[in-house]
């Protein structure tokens, strides 16, 4: 095995996050956020740095006399952004090929 790829070797799961570092990736937060972004820096409770951040925000409105459903998105950018780790529930890694 040469030392490229010793060093890209993922043995724990924040090892995945570490190779994604400057790279856009997807991340999912509680209470319907979802957001895409560069990631500067990050540490092992999850605490994230994200540059360049597209945020989309999905809300459900119930009607309390018909218990109709209204969808409601709002999107916005970020120059940067920090994301508290306890809020996080799924980050997605840049899609790579062999």
Known sequence: MD???ASQT??????LIKLSLDERIFVKC???????G?????D???NMVLGKV?????TID???ETYEETVKTEKRTVELLFVRGDTVI???PPLRTV
């Not at 993922?10 to 090892?15: G, I, Q």
């Not at 509680?30 to 895409?36: D, P």
Request: glycine residues 6%.
């Open 54 to 58: 597209s945020e989309t925000i999905t």
């Open 30 to 36: 509680r209470g319907g956020r979802v957001l895409r």
């Open 44 to 46: 092992q409770h999850l």
């Open 3 to 5: 030392s490229k790829s």
């Open 90 to 92: 799924l980050v997605s």
């Open 38 to 42: 560069q990631l500067h820096a990050y």
């Open 10 to 15: 993922v043995e724990e799961p924040l090892d």
């Open 62 to 64: 119930i009607d309390e």
